[in-house]
């Protein structure tokens, strides 16, 4: 008996990879030890202890062993080494416990406690046996206290909290067992105090477990945490149908936003373990079935293809109520139709054009400067060729009347002088932005997908859930993907852009055979019919929604521009449209729009990635901001009639000196001079914004910048449109009403904040919420879905704002 006994010592030291001095011991003292039972006892490299205890285990029955020592003497140079043989594993540590922080900081615990990990058994009962074994090197006694129990309440159960305090040294895991038709879990960890950090993990029931801060990464899925942290969990990922869930208390709290001053500095002084004990609560509670999955796609699929049934009803019911009229109503017009006034004496009243107040209607017959009839336009030359006129000299006077430079500097413009060019030449400018975006979008794209597919990969195989930044407690898993719920709000978004493409096709074929006709009201009358910005907003639409939801595949800080990129675009696509309807010659080029562009979003990864709290970027950026405003307040403001060069300071003070110092003059242009001083104080004011408080949220603060910009140019138009006498129909009024409505709740719920990359992800987490529409859909994704509707209806307002304009001449049709 004696000699089987030092076997099984032999292989004990052996197998826990101890001391090889260790076999020299000279005496054992073997015990037979019982649970709940203290024992205070001593050892030195002369002896060492052995404690032999038993238990019932029953199959269907799982209970827990949990071992707690405390070494009394300190031991620093030769620790005491407590080895637990069981069936199937072998747990070994030291004490004082050694753990490691950043920077390679070493942390003592005296107090150490550890659950051993349940041996799975066939029989339905089975007496099992395990020791535990205590050794040291130290030629002076080493006392220690030691204690086994039975853990109560190993298992959780279903929807039923659980509290349980631990430390670093003293982690806790329990076992849950999926229920008969429950095939999804989430398990919730929640704390009420912040700090100390800790760690989630949820392993397969296999032995050894990963409990300790330097090995819970190891093995499963984790999460660090301060006060929540969430896990769904797959039955089919477990092939024994139950996995422990473990928490542990990190040695320090970097990984969760905390300080490092805060903890000892000195490697030889033990932890105070008061300090780091944390008290915590943990429920497990049934995932969605299938049957909310299809509910919630059967909900997103019904909202927006109604907008598909809304458009085709509202089209045939104008199709049919215009054939019903004229067929029933030979009499009445199509102009009467539409609601356009005639065309004598139409646009009177706008307030910069003070001189034509009160005048009487000209006849139609009159083909003077002011007025002229359908067959005098229809019937006068083309004075420009296929390109821009160029600054050449000139001869004659018809030359100089058919100059831009002259056109441009009138005071009051029509939309005919700034619609000159040719038909063709403009339709090939201005499709080049649809081109030039497919493009972008295209090369764009592929690598995002191999991206985030590459990130969704890592975070499976890792099990490392700090790399994305999910809203946990409403992340519902599809396959591989992570949160497919915030994938699949995103697809309003693709299915609201190609309806607009669908719009902008069938007014462009309409439009074209229109010009097939000669109809004199297309070809002369109406804002110019451009429809290439179009093509490029709708695709940018479709192209945010992709984007958007290979951004939610895996939200963190490396991918954040996916989803910001084309909102730049959009934005810029907008303010380009609305520019492009009064000044359709002088409208950018596809290329420099873009590369401003380009500009703008490399501007966005420079600020988040070294704006933060960066003085110097943020001076060199808010001087950029100031000076891009100025020179695009120039720009707009004379038309694109000037030059960049070495002699505008000269030109800059002489202007300064004629019209503020030898005479008080005001500007030439009245109402551009209004806009763009007010865009001045506004873009000012941003870019003081930024300098001083410096937002942590860079590319929202540069997206803010862009979006301020477009509703201020967006106000300007309607007022000038109001105060020009034209109108506004019914259908863009009410585009405009419900769009404001809906952009105001969307704004609500965007500003949530479920998550934020900007900080560690234990602290986005604190964040988190539940689910709030069909147990499915968060408040992020409310956002997508009602951001897509209002700016699909933003697109409309832009679309048919000026379809009032249709039956006017467009040299009654101010220019503002």
């Given amino acids: 008996m004696l000699a089987l006994g030092l076997c099984l010592v032999f292989l004990a030291v052996s197998g826990a990879g101890a001391f090889p001095e260790a076999l020299a011991a000279k005496n054992i003292s073997q015990k037979e030890a019982e649970f709940d039972k203290t024992y205070t006892d001593a050892v030195n490299s002369e002896l060492l202890n052995i404690y032999t205890f038993n238990h019932t285990v029953i199959r269907n029955r799982t209970e827990g062993v949990r071992v707690t020592v405390n070494v009394l003497s300190e031991q620093k140079e030769t620790p005491v080494l407590f080895v637990m043989r069981q069936k199937e594993a072998v747990v070994s540590f030291q004490v004082p416990l050694i753990l490691r922080g950043l920077y390679q900081r070493k942390y003592l615990y005296q107090d150490v406690s550890r659950t051993l990990c349940q041996p799975q058994t066939k029989s339905e009962l089975e007496t099992q046996f395990f020791y535990v074994d205590v050794s040291t090197l130290s030629a002076r006694n080493a006392s220690y206290q030691l204690r086994v129990t039975r853990v109560e309440n190993f298992v959780l159960r279903t929807n039923e909290r659980f509290s349980f305090n631990a430390t670093a040294a003293q982690p806790q895991y329990f076992k849950y067992m999926f229920p008969e038709g429950v095939d999804s879990v989430?398990?919730?960890?929640?704390?009420?105090?912040?700090?100390?950090?800790s760690v989630m993990s949820i392993q397969d029931i296999l032995c050894p477990v990963y409990d300790l801060d330097n090995n819970v990464a190891f093995i499963g899925m984790y999460q660090t945490m301060t006060k929540k942290a969430a896990i769904t969990v797959q039955k089919k990922d477990f092939p024994s149908n139950s996995f422990y869930v473990v928490v542990v208390v990190k040695t320090e709290d970097q990984a969760c936003g905390g300080s490092l001053h805060y903890y000892p500095l000195s490697t030889d002084e033990p932890v105070d373990e008061g300090s780091r004990q944390k008290a915590l609560d943990v429920v497990v509670s049934p995932a969605i079935t299938a049957t909310v999955y299809i509910r919630a796609t059967l909900f997103c699929l019904g909202i927006f293809l109604s907008f598909y049934l809304l458009t085709l009803f509202i089209a045939c019911w104008e199709t049919w109520r215009f054939l019903w009229c004229l067929a029933g109503h030979p009499h009445i017009t199509p102009d009467s139709l539409l609601g356009h006034p005639p065309y004598d004496g139409y646009g009177h009243g706008y307030g910069s054009f003070g001189k034509h107040q009160g005048e009487a209607p000209v006849p139609r017959t009159h083909t003077g400067a002011g007025y002229r009839s359908l067959e005098n336009m229809a019937s006068r030359p083309r004075l420009d060729s296929l390109s821009s006129v160029e600054e050449d000299d000139y001869d004659t006077l018809a030359d100089i009347e058919s100059d831009k430079n002259v056109i441009r500097t009138k005071q009051y413009l029509s939309v005919a002088d700034l619609a000159r060019k040719d038909k063709r030449v403009l339709r090939k400018k201005y499709q080049i932005y649809f081109w030039n975006i497919a493009t972008i979008a295209v090369f764009y794209a592929l690598p995002v997908i191999q991206l985030v597919i590459t990130y969704q990969t890592v975070v499976n195989v890792t099990g490392n859930q700090d790399i994305c930044y999910?809203?946990?407690?409403c992340a519902h898993p599809l396959g591989n993907l992570s949160a497919f719920n915030n994938i699949l709000s995103n697809l309003g978004y693709v299915l609201l852009g190609l309806l607009f493409l669908l719009?902008?096709?069938?007014?462009?074929?309409?439009?074209?055979r229109a010009l097939m006709r000669n109809d004199m009201q297309a070809l002369e009358c109406g804002i110019p019919k451009h429809f290439g910005l179009f093509y490029a907003m709708g695709t940018a639409l479709m192209m945010e929604g992709l984007l958007s939801a290979c951004y939610h595949v895996c939200p963190n800080y490396t991918n954040f521009q996916f989803d910001t990129s084309f909102m730049y675009m959009i934005a810029?696509?907008?303010?380009?449209?609305l520019y492009q309807k009064r000044h359709p010659d002088i409208n950018a080029s596809a290329y420099s729009a873009y590369a401003c562009l380009?500009?703008?979003i490399f501007f966005s990864v420079v600020g988040v990635v070294f704006g933060k709290e960066n003085t110097v970027f943020w001076i060199v950026f808010s001087i950029i901001h100031i000076i891009a405003t100025l020179l695009l307040s120039t720009q707009l403001y004379y038309m694109g009639r000037w030059k960049l060069d070495s002699g505008i300071p000269r030109r800059i003070l002489h202007v300064l000196y004629t019209d503020c110092?030898?005479?008080?003059?005001?500007?030439?242009?009245?109402d551009r001079m209004v806009l763009l001083v007010m865009g001045n104080i506004i873009n000012w004011s941003l870019a003081a914004y930024g300098l001083v408080v410096r937002p942590n949220d860079f590319a929202s603060y540069l997206l803010a910048i862009g979006i301020c910009n477009l509703l201020l140019y967006f106000a300007f138009y309607i007022i000038m449109k109001l105060r020009s006498s034209e109108r506004i129909k019914l259908i863009p009024l009410l585009c405009i009403i419900c769009t404001s409505v809906v952009w105001g709740f969307a704004l609500f719920f965007f500003f949530q904040g479920l998550s934020t990359w900007q900080k560690t992800p234990a602290e986005s987490r604190q964040h988190n919420r539940d689910c709030i529409l069909l147990s499915f859909f968060d408040d992020h994704d409310i956002w997508h879905f009602l951001s897509s509707i209002a700016?699909?209806?933003?697109?409309l307002v832009l679309l048919t704002l000026d379809d009032d304009l249709d039956c006017v001449q467009r040299d009654k049709i101010y220019v503002f």
Avoid: D, H, W
């Fill in 186 to 197: 989430i398990v919730k960890v929640t704390s009420g105090m912040a700090f100390p950090c």
């Fill in 470 to 473: 999910y809203n946990f407690l």
């Fill in 503 to 512: 719009i902008i096709l069938q007014r462009e074929i309409s439009y074209n």
């Fill in 572 to 577: 810029g696509l907008c303010m380009l449209k």
């Fill in 598 to 600: 380009a500009i703008v």
């Fill in 661 to 670: 110092v030898r005479q008080c003059s005001g500007p030439m242009y009245v």
């Fill in 791 to 795: 700016m699909f209806g933003s697109f």
